[in-house]
């Protein structure tokens, strides 16, 4: 199990260090009624983190080619090459000033001041539908507890400590709001304002840091 959390870090890391969820997150907070809203939008997110483990889950638990250790081993270090690959292309399209794939169109941003709870929970479904980063991070946890050939039991808690982890930068404000809600305005105001200055330079040196990192483990893992 240490072997696997050890693993699970750098997935943990790239899956919440995306600039995006947060600022969400925070305008969420800020608009009327946010914290209601702000538990939805994570909501929707977690669902779709559970509902991949379990499908998929079931689909490495079946599979020939994941069913021995070296087969196990391939599809990893496969999925982290992907990924290293997809974050260094968004560190590329960062730099020229470009969208990235997998960020909610400029319009959309704007309606998050505004929605209801209900449909921050929808949005956030289908956000995390439509961000291939964010399920090669989590087919990447996957493979990583299927190399590991845990029981059951465990299978299930390492995944979920994935999960955690992947959620920890926006449950965070959520949790200050929650038991603090005076202090918090002004933390997630000023939160909220660095964000979206430093959005893209975030973005390029953390696809960068941990693209270089996937690319190195999958190479190194396929030629192993």
Same mark, same amino acid.
């Given at each position: 199990?240490?072997i696997?959390?050890?693993?699970?870090?750098?997935?943990?890391?790239g899956?919440?260090?995306?600039?995006?969820?947060?600022?969400?997150?925070?305008?969420?907070?800020?608009s009327?009624?946010g914290?209601?809203?702000a538990?939805?939008?994570?909501?929707g997110?977690?669902?779709?983190?559970l509902t991949q483990?379990?499908?998929?889950?079931?689909?490495?638990?079946?599979?020939?080619?994941?069913?021995t250790?070296?087969?196990?081993?391939? @599809?990893?270090?496969? !999925?982290?090459? /992907?990924? %290293?690959i997809? *974050? #260094?292309?968004?560190?590329?399209?960062?730099?020229?000033?470009q969208e990235?794939?997998?960020?909610?169109?400029?319009?959309w941003?704007?309606?998050f001041?505004?929605?209801?709870?209900g449909?921050a929970?929808?949005?956030?479904?289908?956000?995390?539908?439509?961000a291939?980063?964010?399920?090669?991070?989590?087919l990447?946890?996957?493979?990583?507890?299927?190399?590991?050939?845990?029981?059951?039991?465990?299978? @299930?808690?390492?995944? !979920?400590?994935f /999960?955690? %982890?992947a959620? *920890? #930068?926006?449950?965070?404000?959520?949790?200050?709001?929650?038991?603090a809600p005076?202090?918090a305005?002004?933390?997630?105001?000023?939160?909220?304002d660095w964000?979206e200055?430093?959005?893209r330079?975030?973005?390029?040196a953390?696809?960068?840091?941990?693209?270089?990192?996937?690319?190195?483990?999958?190479i190194s893992g396929l030629?192993?």
């Amino acid at each position: 199990m240490n072997i696997v959390i050890t693993e699970f870090i750098p997935l943990m890391l790239g899956a919440a260090l995306v600039p995006v969820w947060t600022i969400i997150v925070l305008l969420l907070l800020k608009s009327e009624g946010g914290l209601l809203k702000a538990v939805a939008f994570v909501s929707g997110q977690i669902l779709v983190r559970l509902t991949q483990g379990l499908a998929f889950g079931l689909v490495f638990g079946s599979s020939e080619a994941a069913s021995t250790e070296q087969g196990a081993a391939i @599809i990893v270090s496969t !999925l982290l090459l /992907v990924l %290293g690959i997809l *974050l #260094l292309i968004t560190a590329f399209l960062k730099w020229r000033k470009q969208e990235d794939p997998d960020a909610p169109p400029p319009k959309w941003m704007t309606m998050f001041s505004s929605v209801s709870a209900g449909r921050a929970f929808l949005l956030s479904i289908g956000l995390m539908l439509v961000a291939a980063k964010q399920w090669v991070f989590t087919l990447g946890a996957l493979g990583v507890i299927r190399e590991a050939e845990l029981e059951r039991p465990e299978n @299930i808690i390492a995944y !979920l400590i994935f /999960v955690f %982890g992947a959620q *920890l #930068l926006v449950l965070v404000p959520i949790v200050i709001t929650a038991v603090a809600p005076r202090q918090a305005s002004h933390l997630l105001a000023a939160g909220s304002d660095w964000l979206e200055r430093n959005n893209r330079t975030i973005v390029v040196a953390v696809s960068v840091v941990f693209g270089a990192y996937f690319i190195f483990k999958g190479i190194s893992g396929l030629l192993g």
